[in-house]
Every structure is written in structure tokens, then in C-alpha cells.
């Protein structure tokens, strides 16, 4: 008898944690690997070819990974929101990072872009295209950009 209830309250448990952690961290693993994707598809996408349909293709594609990011964020259950906070995730900062970066695709020269794209990077976990010398470079040529 007692056997019974516990192989039914395991199985329950069972259930229960892969249906609200194992899952969506699959799918977030999954999301987290096609930002990648995009990231380095789109590192060459600028200015050249604006107004085109490979331009038009990237920033719907950058801005449509961040929708999913930040749906994500708020979405997705306490456990792996958790989960993912004590891994050093920040999904509010890579989504806002992709819808940021589809917006300055076709700046090249002011660095903007890295500046997403770092919020990218740092957000998700990913590999980084610049370190934090070159970011304040960046930064401070943004902000005085008569220097």
C-alpha cells in the first residue's frame, strides 16, 4: 500500500519538475543558443545594406529573439527564474540588449552596436566580443565623440 502511494507521489513530483524546470530551461538553453546564432549572423549586417530585405530580415529576426527573451524573463516559473538568477543570468538585460541592437543594426561607426551587443552577451552568458577596456572606449568616444 504504502509503496503504491509513494511510486504515485514520485511520479507526481516527477511531473511537476519536469514540466516547470527541466523544460523551460531546455527551452531557454535552446533560446539562449539561436541569440548566439543571430548575434554572429548579423555581426556583418550595417548601413550598406539598408533598406534592403537582408537588412529588413536581420532586425526582425534580432527583435523578435529579444520578444522571446523578455517573455521569458516574465513568464516562465519562480523556480527557474531562480534558478537562472544564481547561475548569473540577466534576461531583463539581454532582451532589452536584442531589441536594442536590432534598433542600431545600421550604425557601425558610433559603437552603439557593441554596446548592445555586449548587454547581449552579458546577459546570456555568451561569449564576449569586447572586454571591459574596450567598452569604456567605446563608452567615452559615445559620449564625447569629438575627441
Not at 556583418?44 to 545594406?49: E, K
Request: hydrophobic share 50%; charged share 20%; net charge positive.
Amino acid at each position: 500500500m504504502w509503496a503504491a502511494i509513494a511510486a504515485i507521489l514520485l511520479g507526481v513530483l516527477g511531473w511537476l519538475v519536469t514540466n516547470f524546470f527541466a523544460k523551460p530551461l531546455l527551452d531557454f538553453l535552446n533560446l539562449r543558443k539561436q541569440v548566439h546564432e543571430e548575434i554572429v549572423y548579423t555581426g556583418n549586417v550595417g548601413a550598406m545594406v539598408a533598406e534592403t530585405p537582408a537588412f529588413d530580415k536581420a532586425v526582425d529576426a534580432l527583435r523578435r529573439l529579444g520578444a522571446k527573451v523578455q517573455a521569458t524573463a516574465v513568464t516562465d516559473s519562480v523556480i527557474l527564474h531562480w534558478f537562472l538568477a544564481k547561475c548569473g543570468y540577466d534576461l531583463h538585460k539581454a532582451g532589452r540588449g536584442l531589441i536594442g541592437l536590432s534598433n542600431t543594426l545600421h550604425m557601425q561607426q558610433d559603437g552603439s552596436r557593441a554596446v548592445q551587443t555586449n548587454w547581449v552577451q552579458v546577459g546570456l552568458k555568451l561569449p564576449r566580443d569586447y572586454d571591459d577596456a574596450a567598452l569604456r572606449a567605446i563608452e567615452e568616444q559615445i559620449r564625447n565623440p569629438n575627441r
